[in-house]
């Protein structure tokens, strides 16, 4: 498996290359279940944020799949990797297939740059395989002369659909 | 093969004092009997007020498997109807929940309904003059079920006629929704946030279970909530606990906590954890919740309200409240092997919406198909239902703290660690599916 280093930005406006490469990296990190160089691409105020309502627009009071902080998600990360974590004995695995990640929208005064992905994404354990389709919006910034993640959202097409586990990242 | 189908006795077989037959979880025949005898003599929730409103609005769910539709009359009151048509049985409703107007139009052959069910109007009526159509099954409309109960914005049917009254079914254990209700301080819940929809592959009765299980948090959810306290120790000293970790965090406690927590044991299989504390007893306090809650109620009655704990409330046969912070767990079952959970919040009008933030991070961090907890007790039912179909031994234990005399004892507090509740939810089991046979 080979281990691709982060490209460190060539200035400090990223090109829509650069933005696209970044994203289309996430995904690769996380197949290749190397979640703590994944958990590095996110800032430290950062959310991951998987909607339950189609279009939902209110994280706090309405509910979501997910809407977790960096601690939450550092939490998830370290128990994917615990003794006792039944649920993962044996292991998960994922598979992202992404379409060419679009920028959206790119404000370098604001250090603000967002892209949207069109994603199918499978999550297998044992003799069970499972297909979601969905989109992802990353809302990116840079700091210290690196992209980072500030909100990935991920938006699935069956949001309201009953789902059996769902146990690693889109 | 039929073993149990109008057999008491082979039913009642299934249940001793402290254990019972691995059929009652995995054979399909066993379910079918609970679907159409256990669910139909027990009062089963259906769904919440606050869901329909206005007259002509509805929300479809099941009891047991059956489709049923909860809907608000044009006189204000709430009915429960069977959504089938009479006709040729199509489901009346398009859509889970929404406004049918003054009433039903069936989207086949367009008979119309009145919102408590009543036959409104076929097109081409003439073509049933003179056939005897008044004394059909299907002349009375969409059929009604007709025990209905209210009990504040909690609405519950039973199918059958026979069967306990209400008050009898659920006796004293009404106290747990009345503590949930009574902590908006103008007693009023409502449905919000959306709901939690989590497809569990086990027999429903073991989420049932589960609910008073106080032995497995610290062991199945040490991956979980161990790790939450764990990577908190790491935090900075003096770091704000965040509300994540205060909602996780106390899966942890040790034994003694919950044993000292207690369990109290009603009539027909109810009864709930955390007498004296439980694991929702910690959480900081919500800005203005207690002013205004002393304002509503007078400062003594309103420290009565908030002081009670209560864990999980089991309702017999399928749902679960946790009225410190409002909430409502619908274990649906779809088949011997199959159960939709349905996890449902509620706000509590008039009062903070940090409060409702709370019980909304709850449920998505507990209750979620993406929950880390979720998935530890997931793991948990499937590796049984698929255990249980060794033959090396057919039973499931349910021993622990078992005393002879239990039988005829009711609300009463025990060792919170016992699994009484789960025999008594047998017990209830056996009562409501021999009921009538
Ligand atoms: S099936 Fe409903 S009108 Fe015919
Ligand atoms: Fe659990």
Sequence with gaps: ?170 | MTRYAGNAAALRALVRDQEVHRDVYVSEEVFQLEMEHMFPNSWVYVGHDSQVPNPGDYYGTTIGTQPVLLVRHTDGKVHVLHNRCPHKGTRITSETCGNTGKFFRCPYHAWSFKTDGSLLAIPLKKGYENTGFEQSHAAPGMAPVRHVRNYRGFVFAKINDGGLDFEEFFGESLSSFDNMVDRSPVGQLKVAGGVLRYMHNCNWKMLVENQTDTCHPMVAHESSAGTVVEVWKKAPPGTKKPMAVEIIAPFMSPYEFFENMGIRIWDNGHGHTGVHHSIHSDYSAVPGYFEKMKAAYGEERAKAILDENRHNTVYFPNIMIKGPIQLLRHFKPIAANKTLVESWTFQLVDAPDMLLERTLMYNRLINAPTSIVGHDDLEMYERAQEGLHSNGNEWVNLQRLYSPDEAEQTNVAVNGTSEWPMRHQFRAWTKFMTMGM
Aim: contains cysteine.
């Design chain 1, 1 to 170: 498996m080979s281990m691709v280093a982060e490209a460190p930005l060539k200035n400090a406006v990223p090109t829509d290359q650069e933005l696209i490469d970044f994203v289309v990296r996430e995904a690769r990190l996380i197949d290749q279940q190397r979640f703590d160089e994944w958990l590095d691409m996110y800032a430290d105020d950062a959310f991951y944020w998987m909607p339950l309502e189609w279009n939902q627009t209110d994280p706090r009071l309405t509910c979501s799949l997910m809407y977790e902080d960096k601690l939450l998600l550092s939490i998830r990360v370290e128990r994917l990797k615990g003794a006792r974590t039944f649920s993962q004995k044996p292991k998960s695995r994922c598979h992202h297939v992404l379409q060419t990640p679009q920028v959206d929208s790119r404000d370098a005064a604001a250090n603000s740059y967002v892209t949207w992905t069109a994603m199918h994404y499978v999550e297998t354990r044992l003799e069970e395989q499972t297909l979601y389709a969905a989109w992802a919006t990353h809302h990116l910034s840079v700091e210290d002369g690196r992209l980072k993640i500030k909100l990935k959202r991920v938006d699935l097409i069956n949001c309201d659909a009953a789902f059996g586990n769902i146990q690693l990242f889109m």
